[in-house]
């Protein structure tokens, strides 16, 4: 379009301060597009989280009617299981209580990583890399944290299915009965 | 056309008008007042970048985990209704809930598979984050609140597994209880956390009421809280991290 045309469809008018500075050609509006790339909420972020939320609930249900939650003989403080076990998530810590005095594996170890944890960020400032998963220019982090995880979990797999009567090491296969 | 008709009369009325004051959300404005217009959806924002609801980025971890804490919420008060924290009765309601009350035992499940899975999705969010580098400024202050969000999943998981009183429960708990009697200094400080914790020298009727007071009031309050500021500060330090934009 030339500025003749431009000018029959828009006529300048000396009495605004604003006019038509060009017209250009695209395909359409920008719908669905905002400026800064975003979408509308709804339904676009609201219907995944619906959706997401009956996954979950569905999944949960299905576990729920497969498995049933378990629950032992009533408690009696006089028989004592071996090995007598803590909730999986603190298995890890159950299991560094065998190395050393349980204080460094029971208190220390914990509040330290929790410390660590918290501060990371203040330290890590680097801005490199934001937004992607694994990203190469946050390789050393990434490989801290994974040697993080694997210990974590690591500690809690031995705890949980390698460990027998007297905090001894069983293969899994090979567990005698804890009672 | 049918669909069309029924549709017009559920919601061109006085009554559906006065819930949902935007008719239906086929523009932008309207699509806005869906959420600002809704006290519980509000606390998001009208308009969120295309990073936001990429399923790959994300994973819904973070979300899946505040579902599982809504699902243990709700089947936590039903068990409620059955469940008396007392050294004399906690097991038999267990029983109760197993064989006598109708879908006790689908509550219970649902409850205790719902916890193990909390504590699960709440440290993959954390990895989520750590490996995208979600973490770093200007969320630093949402990550340490995170972390904390997580210790508390683990103390709400820790202090439910006490209340079914069974052989299970007592000596686990035992075992966490003597942990925390190893702080240092072990006959001042250690000796005395212990007591507090239980309430006494031994897991009896005292460890029992005080692990349920902070499983059922305490610790959800204070967890609820944190979930909040961790929900607002998502939006105040510039929505989900994504990588900077060319």
């Known amino acids: ?179 | 056309m049918k669909m069309n008709r029924l549709w017009e009369l559920l919601t061109n009325n006085r009554f559906y008008k006065s819930i949902f004051r935007h008719g239906y959300p086929d523009d932008e404005i309207k699509r806005s007042e869906v959420v600002t217009g809704n006290l519980f959806l509000h606390i998001q924002p009208v308009k969120v970048h295309k990073n936001t609801i990429r399923t790959g980025y994300t994973l819904g971890l973070g979300l899946i985990s505040f579902y599982l804490f809504i699902i243990l919420t709700v089947t936590g008060v039903l068990l409620m209704f059955y469940y008396i924290p007392s050294i004399e009765r906690a097991y038999n309601d267990m029983k109760d809930l197993e064989f006598a009350v109708s879908f006790g035992i689908i509550f219970r499940n649902l409850h205790r598979w719902g916890a193990h899975g909390m504590v699960a999705f709440v440290f993959l969010h954390m990895c989520r984050v750590f490996f995208t580098g979600g973490y770093k400024s200007p969320r630093e202050f949402n990550w340490g609140i995170g972390v904390i969000l997580l210790i508390l999943t683990l103390f709400l998981s820790l202090t439910g597994y006490l209340l079914p009183w069974d052989q299970l429960a007592f000596w686990a708990i035992t075992i966490v209880a003597n942990l925390i009697g190893t702080t240092p200094p072990e006959k001042i400080m250690g000796a005395s956390l212990r007591q507090v914790v239980l309430g006494g020298t031994i897991v009896g009727q005292n460890a029992l009421i005080r692990f349920y007071v902070m499983h059922v009031v305490v610790l959800p309050l204070v967890a609820a809280a944190l979930i909040g500021v961790h929900f607002w500060r998502i939006r105040k330090d510039g929505g989900i991290s994504r990588p900077a934009e060319e």
């Open chain 1, 1 to 179: 379009m030339d500025k003749k045309e431009e000018t029959v469809i828009f006529p300048k008018n000396p009495n605004k301060t604003y006019g038509l500075m060009e017209l250009t050609k695209t395909k359409s509006f920008q719908i669905e597009k905002g400026p800064d790339n975003t979408v509308t909420s709804w339904p676009h972020l609201l219907f995944r989280e619906l959706i997401l939320f009956m996954g979950v609930f569905i999944a949960l249900m299905i576990i729920s009617m497969v498995f049933n939650a378990p629950l032992e003989e009533q408690a009696n403080p006089s028989n004592t299981p071996n090995p007598a076990k803590a909730p999986w998530y603190f298995l890890g810590l159950q299991e560094m209580l065998a190395w050393a005095h349980p204080f460094w594996g029971g208190i220390f170890v914990p509040t330290v990583v929790t410390i660590i944890l918290i501060l990371t960020p203040y330290f890590d400032t680097s801005q490199k890399g934001v937004g992607v998963w694994f990203a190469p220019e946050r390789r050393i982090a990434n490989l801290l944290f994974t040697i993080f995880i694997v210990l974590a979990v690591g500690l809690i797999v031995v705890g949980e299915f390698f460990r027998g009567p007297n905090w001894q090491i069983f293969w899994p296969w090979n567990m005698p009965s804890p009672h």
